[in-house]
């Protein structure tokens, strides 16, 4: 089934920093990928819409010179998190819309970013 | 605007039992799509289950059933034969005309043995 991929799982980092973060479409072509970000215990919130050979779209609130979206191919889509802070600790997960004609709606397995 | 809404933070249940996690949406959109996720502590987000808002029939995937109660707005999902492998955060979302997902405050199910 169709699968997708994040790179790191998890980083550790200097606050100052910055720290890429790769979300990966293995099987399908993804025009669209989508950047979540979870604090603990807390649900998950949009960040942003990655359009592939344009502008993402970003959330209300979200600052887009702190977190940078690139989606360069229509597999690969790239978060990057500009200066860290330690307030920018949090888990950060992609997804994926469906693809040939399915419902489910693939999440990539998260970025754990902890900022020291 | 879209909304989910988990009234339980949590719920308890034994093994073998079958618990009913709530969800309730609104949404003004007329076509619009209803899944469960599952999140472990690992965090990775499990697809469970999907509604569509057109679908007549309650949708079920092996023990995970939602009760699709459109008048009530209303998609609780029901886990028949609990396991200890259940015990998880689990998450209501709704999909509407974008792909963009929102998503319920979450319920964190333990089941006991």
């Known amino acids: 089934g169709a699968v997708v991929s994040q790179h790191p799982s998890r980083v550790i980092c200097k606050s100052g920093t910055s720290v890429k973060i790769e979300c990966r479409s293995l099987d399908f072509q993804a025009t669209t990928m989508f950047w979540y970000r979870q604090f603990p215990k807390q649900s998950l919130m949009l960040m942003a819409t990655?359009?592939?050979?344009?502008?993402?779209?970003?959330e209300q609130g979200v600052e887009k010179d702190k977190f940078l979206i690139n989606h360069a191919s229509l597999t690969l889509s790239t978060l990057t998190v500009t200066s860290a802070h330690p307030e920018d600790s949090s888990f950060y997960i992609c997804?994926?819309?469906?693809?040939?004609?399915?419902?489910?709606?693939?999440f990539g397995p998260g970025t754990r970013l902890t900022v020291l | 605007a879209q909304k989910i809404t988990q009234t339980q933070p949590g719920m308890f249940v034994q093994e073998k039992e079958a618990v009913t996690l709530d969800c309730t949406y609104d949404?003004?959109?007329?076509?619009?799509?209803l899944f469960w996720y599952k999140q472990p502590s690992s965090g990775e987000m499990i697809f469970l289950i999907y509604?569509?808002?057109?679908?007549?029939q309650n949708a079920t995937e092996g023990r995970y059933s939602l009760n699709f109660q459109k008048a009530r707005k209303s998609a609780n999902l029901v886990i028949s034969a609990s396991q200890l492998g259940d015990s998880a955060m689990y998450f209501c979302a709704m999909r509407g005309g974008y792909s963009t997902l929102t998503f319920g405050k979450g319920t964190m199910l333990l089941v006991s043995p």
């Open positions: 997804s994926a819309p469906p693809a040939g004609g399915r419902n489910e709606q693939f």
């Open positions: 949404t003004s959109d007329p076509s619009y799509g």
């Open positions: 509604q569509g808002s057109y679908d007549q």
């Open positions: 990655s359009n592939e050979g344009s502008k993402a779209t970003y």
